[in-house]
C-alpha cells in the first residue's frame, strides 16, 4: 500500500486504503472522519469497531447492513433488553460475525450506555483531542493516543467492553473525532456525515 495519497481513475486524491473496493471508496469519502454524533449511531461505531477486531474493516462493511437488521439498528434500547434466546438467535445469524464474546459484549456495551449520565455521545465527544494538521503519510497516523487510552479507560469503567485503546482510537478516526485524511486527501475537513 502508499504510505501517501493516491489518485484514482476519478481523479481525485484519497488515503491509500480508501481507493479500492468501491465499498471502501465510498465509506472514505462519505463517512469516515467525518463528526458523528447520537448515542444510537455512537452505539453502532463501538459495536462494529469490536466486531472488527482480529478481522478486516472490509468484512465488517461488507456486512454492516446485517449487522444493523440482527441489532435492531444498534438502538441501545432494543439491543440493551436482549435476553439469551437473542443471543442465541445472533449466534445463529451468518449474515454477521457470530462470535459468541462479541456478541456478549455488544449486548452488555448497550446496558452500560443505557445507564450513562449524560449519555454516550457526550461521554465520547469529551475526550476529543485538539485538532491538528493532517498526517503525511500512513507512517504518520498513530495506532493508539493519550485520549484513545483514556477513552478505553473511562468506557471500561463504565462496564463497556472490547474497548481497548487501539480500538477506541479507530473509532474516534470514524466519528471524526479526529482527521486522519491525509494531507492532500480531497475530503474536505469538519463535513457530517453523510451516513447515518
Not at 463501538?46 to 447492513?65: D, H, N, P, V
Not at 456478549?104 to 465527544?125: F, M, P, V
Request: aromatic share 8%; glycine share 10%.
Amino acid at each position: 500500500m502508499a504510505d501517501g495519497v493516491i489518485v484514482g481513475a476519478d481523479g481525485l486524491a484519497r488515503c491509500p486504503w480508501g481507493a479500492e473496493p468501491e465499498v471502501y471508496r465510498a465509506y472514505h469519502d462519505g463517512e469516515w472522519g467525518r463528526p458523528l454524533r447520537g448515542d444510537d449511531e455512537l452505539f453502532e461505531r463501538i459495536s462494529l469497531e469490536a466486531f472488527q477486531s482480529g478481522l478486516s474493516w472490509l468484512t465488517i462493511l461488507r456486512r454492516r447492513e446485517a449487522f444493523r437488521a440482527a441489532f435492531d439498528g444498534f438502538r441501545i434500547e432494543a439491543v440493551a433488553a436482549y435476553t439469551d434466546a437473542d443471543a442465541e438467535r445472533l449466534l445463529g445469524d451468518a449474515g454477521i460475525i457470530r462470535n459468541r464474546a462479541k456478541i456478549a459484549a455488544t449486548i452488555d456495551n448497550a446496558k452500560a450506555a443505557r445507564e450513562l449520565d449524560g449519555g454516550l455521545t457526550e461521554l465520547i465527544w469529551s475526550f476529543a483531542p485538539a485538532e491538528r494538521e493532517r498526517p503525511k503519510a500512513v507512517g504518520d497516523v498513530p495506532a493508539v493516543t493519550p485520549e484513545s487510552t483514556a477513552l478505553s479507560k473511562a468506557l471500561k469503567n463504565e462496564g463497556f467492553r472490547f474497548v481497548g485503546p487501539t480500538t477506541a482510537y479507530a473509532m474516534m478516526q470514524a466519528v471524526g473525532m479526529v482527521d486522519d485524511h491525509l494531507a492532500g486527501c480531497h475530503v474536505a475537513a469538519g463535513l457530517e456525515s453523510e451516513v447515518r
